[in-house]
């Protein structure tokens, strides 16, 4: 009989422990699924972050435009990294040497920066905002670089061209972000 309550003490363990590793395998699912689920909307939420990153830019640019006379084009420069290295004292008696030590330290941050360039021209509307230099798809995906400095893909956004309505449409899975190029309106939206 002694036996026999051994017997039956060892199998509820071992019934006990059955359902202690089910419960956690339900439970390591639930999270497992639910992380799965987050993980596949990190493309929208970057939509979302450029969204905020394409207002600032657009605000800046439109004073820039206000502040230089409103003109057609302007020269974006993102690049301008540390601004007083060409603005050093020179002396009148070594004067090229100083020169060719400030052009190699430019050189080297150059070097070391992702510039997207000294010739980012970009046309802009009669309102100051920023418009497409060819109306067409080509046509956002280069204002986007330009105004960005990323590429629509590398962050898996697709690009549509609406001629119509002279918008730029940014868009991924579930969200939207549509440029009206003459009013500079941005308009976002996320789908359920």
């Not at 898996?156 to 440029?179: G, H, M, P, W």
Request: hydrophobic letters at 40%.
């Amino acid at each position: 009989m002694l036996s026999q309550q051994k017997a039956d003490d060892d199998l509820l363990k071992i019934y006990g422990r059955v359902i202690a590793m089910v419960v956690l395998l339900v439970l390591l699912t639930i999270f497992g699924i639910r992380y799965l689920n987050n993980t596949q909307s990190l493309g929208e939420r970057g939509l979302e972050f450029e969204h905020n990153r394409l207002l600032n830019v657009l605000a800046m640019v439109h004073s820039q435009w206000l502040a230089s006379g409103r003109p057609d084009r302007m020269l974006l420069s993102w690049h301008n990294v540390v601004s007083d290295v060409s603005s050093n004292k020179v002396d009148s008696g070594n004067n090229d040497a100083v020169l060719k030590d400030t052009q190699l330290k430019m050189d080297t941050i150059y070097d070391d920066v992702d510039i997207v360039g000294t010739d980012n021209w970009i046309s802009m509307s009669a309102e100051g905002w920023p418009i497409i230099n060819t109306h067409d798809t080509q046509g956002c995906v280069h204002l986007w670089g330009q105004l960005l400095a990323s590429d629509v893909h590398e962050l898996n956004i697709t690009v549509d061209y609406q001629s119509e309505q002279n918008i730029c449409r940014y868009f991924s899975n579930k969200a939207s972000l549509r440029y009206q190029l003459q009013t500079g309106r941005v308009i976002f939206l996320m789908g359920d």
